[in-house]
């Protein structure tokens, strides 16, 4: 009679209890299309000789999440009307330049940019918006100035002027 | 009183307060249970994605310690999230106290074991609406930043087992 006691005590209060339960709960976010290009430095040419193209070339972090990791480029200066990919000097001296990008790092050839104009698309193999994971540099942006736009330049005189790039994840 | 007297009146307190506990075998997540974790939309990729949610565990009056083992929807029972072609894992972790900042890391489909929660007053917190464990799960913000668009959901699953 006690044992028969004790055993129903034990199932009371757990020692036999029924099977454990498994609790199963939904995890979930939303991950909203995000793009930037990172590493991009400023262009410096100092004296230029005006015989040849004066070019420079930057490999960058051009990184998206969209789905196919895809992506276009539209550039804008602030020459001219206000978009014209051109540097300014005092006196309204201006000289043209022209921009490039490749979907590739290091680059020796680049694809032209018309300023405001969405480019091609190309595709990132960017895996982080920094690129420390997977290849460190994804893409090229090329800036040139003609070797006969250096040649009606002033000398002595500083152009400058702001080039605006536009990443739009496709 | 006469010893066996004793004992029988010990018994017959003992099943009177087991009667007003949460289900024995192990009150899981009963008061209150576990919750799904709705992160919404990511607005920053240099932050991670935390989410604490207080429960109580109770293992019994006589067992005092059980484990928890959790599993997660992936592959292998992975703890992940995947929108359909891309993969995110997270990270989930057990503390044996309420608001806890962080807990114990779980692996998945392995028990964590030695979590204390017996005896009756652990029985009467649970019965009562305290609590007295913390489920976290985490998504890490360089595993984000890997990640492409989408709506990202997974299941997961916690067992809590006397020990």
Redesign the interface.
């Known amino acids: 009679m006690r044992v028969r006691?004790?055993a129903?005590?034990?199932a009371?209060?757990?020692?036999a209890?029924?099977?454990?339960?498994?609790?199963?709960?939904?995890?979930?976010?939303?991950?909203?299309?995000?793009a930037q290009i990172n590493g991009l430095n400023d262009v410096t040419f100092t004296a230029v000789p005006t015989n040849t193209d004066a070019v420079n070339s930057q490999s960058t972090c051009a990184w998206t999440?969209?789905?196919t990791?895809s992506y276009r480029i539209t550039a804008s200066g602030d020459g001219g009307s206000g978009t014209a990919f051109s540097l300014s000097a005092t006196g309204g001296r201006t000289v043209a330049y022209q921009v490039g990008w490749a979907g590739t790092s290091g680059a020796s050839s680049t694809t032209a940019l018309t300023t405001t104009v969405a480019s091609p698309t190309f595709t990132s193999a960017a895996?982080?918006?920094t690129c420390t994971?997977g290849p460190s540099s994804s893409s090229t942006l090329r800036v040139t100035i003609l070797a006969a736009d250096l040649q009606g330049m002033t000398s002595s005189l500083s152009y400058t002027g702001t080039l605006t790039l536009l990443m739009s994840p496709m | 009183m006469h010893g066996e007297t004793k004992t029988r009146l010990i018994c017959a307190v003992l099943a009177a307060t087991a009667a007003l506990l949460p289900r024995p075998a192990l009150a899981q997540s009963a008061n209150p249970p576990l919750s799904n974790v709705a992160f919404g939309n990511v607005t920053s990729l240099s932050l991670d994605l935390r989410r604490a949610q207080n429960t109580c565990s109770f293992a019994g009056v006589f067992p005092i310690t059980y484990t928890v083992t959790a599993t997660g929807s992936g592959t292998g029972n992975a703890f992940t999230v995947t929108n359909g072609t891309s993969t995110v894992s997270y990270e989930v972790q057990w503390a044996q106290t309420a608001n806890a900042a962080s807990g114990s890391n779980l692996t998945a489909n392995v028990a964590l074991t030695n979590q204390s929660g017996g005896g009756i007053v652990t029985g009467l917190t649970c019965f009562l609406g305290l609590t007295n464990a913390t489920l976290i799960v985490i998504v890490r913000a360089g595993q984000l930043q890997q990640a492409t668009t989408g709506s990202y959901s997974g299941t997961l699953s916690v067992v809590l087992a006397v020990q």
């Open positions: 006691g004790i129903a005590l034990a009371t209060i757990g020692l209890g029924p099977a454990d339960a498994a609790t199963n709960i939904q995890v979930t976010f939303s991950l909203p299309v995000y999440n969209s789905l990791r895996l982080t918006p994971t």
